[in-house]
């Protein structure tokens, strides 16, 4: 018979390494229960009938409720239960959630079901999080953390059942989830250097409504890479990883309808964007907003506000960067 490791085992052995505390692994262990659930929900939701929107009634004749609250309150739920976070933010709650004050010791941001318009087919969605530490020797910190202070950050591919979650210093790392429901076989994850395999990920639809210099240098690679959009950051994300290339979601300035431009882009930079930019990092590539500033240092004002994302192998990364400073 053949056994594969385990994620616990994988960092139950790094926090050893590491000579580090329980604590992280408690955390660890709140945010795969939480994962698990929500992908148990998601792949029994469409006979359910619980992925229809908010204000219809499943096949038990209840009230339907909207899939990406269910996922937010089952995480919040398995945060609260583990003891060890100080505030989470969501992007399902406006305010910041108080869970434990006094001892919780990270911060947690997260998105629990993200690129809602794949709900309704069942299609891949993803649970993102990012963790940061609370300063515990210092005074009373704040949440508005950059990417730079996060000590790990992840996602789940929703119901596909892989798993990616970034350490500091310490790589990216995938692993799926098996029979058992249990994610396994850890896979130390790089972003290929070979340009053979590199894709652009970004919505089409958009392509004219972005800043000139972004649509030249979209038009300047149209004939040497793959274009590739599923509509749902982790699941796009995640082949970036794999074959290379950039996920981007620019700002929009160019709309026929002004009222429709998005100057600071659609995505989230605490619990989206941060958290992609982190993994990458950790994968050997980079991530800069609409004017080429890196990801990671951008500190947030709002813990809802809004980037442009270019993200993935250094070398696009960086061209873009360049562009994109002048
Ligand atoms: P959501 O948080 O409303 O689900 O939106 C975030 C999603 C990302 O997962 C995805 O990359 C992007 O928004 C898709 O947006 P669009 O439909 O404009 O291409
Ligand atoms: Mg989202």
């Known amino acids: 018979m053949h056994f594969e490791e385990s994620f616990m085992n994988f960092i139950l052995h790094h926090q050893e390494r590491h000579d580090r505390t329980y604590h992280f692994l408690i955390l660890m262990d709140a945010l795969i229960s939480a994962a698990k659930h929500i992908q148990y929900y998601y792949l029994t939701g469409a006979l359910k009938g619980n992925l229809g929107l908010a204000g219809e009634v499943n096949v038990q004749g209840e009230d339907v409720m909207r899939m990406d609250q269910i996922a937010h309150e ?6 609260r239960s583990s003891g060890r976070v100080i505030h989470a933010v969501s992007e399902e709650a406006e305010e910041i959630i108080e869970m434990d004050t006094k001892g919780g010791r990270y911060f947690v941001y997260f998105d629990p079901l993200d690129g809602s318009s794949n709900v309704s087919h069942g299609l891949p969605v993803g649970f993102l999080f990012g963790i940061a530490k609370r300063n515990l020797d210092g005074p009373e910190d704040g949440h508005l953390r950059a990417g730079k202070e996060y ?3 992840g996602m789940f591919v929703i119901p596909t059942g892989t798993f990616t979650i970034a350490l500091l210093d310490s790589g990216a790392w995938r692993f799926h989830i098996d029979e058992t429901m249990s994610f396994v076989k850890p896979l130390r994850v790089m972003l290929p250097e070979n340009s053979k395999t590199w894709e652009l990920s970004f919505n089409e639809a958009n392509r004219y409504t972005f800043s000139k210099r972004v649509q030249a240098w979209i038009a300047e690679k149209e004939r040497k890479y793959a274009f590739r959009y599923l509509g749902a950051l982790a699941g ?6 794999s074959n290379g290339g ?12 002004p009222e429709k431009n998005r100057p600071h882009g659609k995505l989230r930079l605490m619990y989206e964007a941060a958290v992609v930019a982190f993994m990458c990092r950790e994968a050997g590539g980079d991530a800069v907003d609409e004017i080429g500033t890196p990801i990671l240092e951008i500190q947030p004002e709002n813990q809802h506000q ?3 994302l270019y993200v993935g192998s250094k070398p696009l990364v960086d061209e873009i960067a360049q562009i994109l400073q002048t």
């Open 246 to 257: 950039m996920f981007l979601y620019p700002a929009i300035v160019n709309h026929p309808k």
């Open 236 to 241: 796009d994300f995640h082949r970036i990883l």
């Open 74 to 79: 089952i995480t919040i739920h398995y945060l």
């Open 151 to 153: 000590r790990a950050a």
């Open 306 to 308: 809004r980037t442009a």
